[in-house]
């Protein structure tokens, strides 16, 4: 492997373990799952903020303790993990379905 191919392959989102995204769904909030939701609709935290009628650092906040909770790297790792396991799960009545 090159190492351009090495350095770009370290940079890459590395995907959450199957034991990191279950230990992880059992600890998370009904509204970190709405903010999971949002975030995987392409929602930036400000407008998140609107559709909960919070404060931007709130959902800052929510954020950080979903890329912590689900064991991903940033807000992107939160959007995939939502494509790939958080669509299956029960809906509250805030987050709209897909």
Same mark, same amino acid.
């Given at each position: 492997?090159?190492?351009?191919?090495?350095?770009?392959? *370290?940079?890459?989102?590395?995907? $959450?373990?199957?034991?990191? !995204? *279950?230990?992880?769904?059992?600890?998370?909030?009904?509204?970190?799952?709405?903010? $999971?939701?949002?975030?995987?609709?392409?929602?930036?935290?400000?407008?998140?903020?609107?559709?909960?009628?919070?404060?931007?650092? =709130?959902?800052?906040?929510?954020?950080?303790?979903?890329?912590?909770?689900?064991?991903?790297?940033?807000? =992107?790792? !939160?959007? =995939?993990?939502?494509?790939?396991?958080?669509? =299956?799960?029960?809906? *509250?009545?805030?987050?709209?379905?897909?």
């Amino acid at each position: 492997m090159s190492p351009q191919t090495m350095r770009a392959a *370290s940079r890459a989102p590395k995907p $959450a373990s199957d034991s990191a !995204v *279950s230990i992880g769904l059992e600890r998370l909030t009904p509204r970190e799952l709405e903010v $999971a939701s949002w975030i995987g609709r392409g929602k930036r935290n400000d407008e998140i903020a609107k559709i909960f009628e919070r404060s931007t650092p =709130t959902v800052k906040k929510h954020v950080e303790n979903l890329i912590r909770k689900l064991g991903v790297e940033n807000r =992107t790792g !939160v959007c =995939t993990w939502w494509h790939e396991h958080g669509k =299956t799960l029960p809906r *509250s009545g805030t987050a709209e379905s897909n």
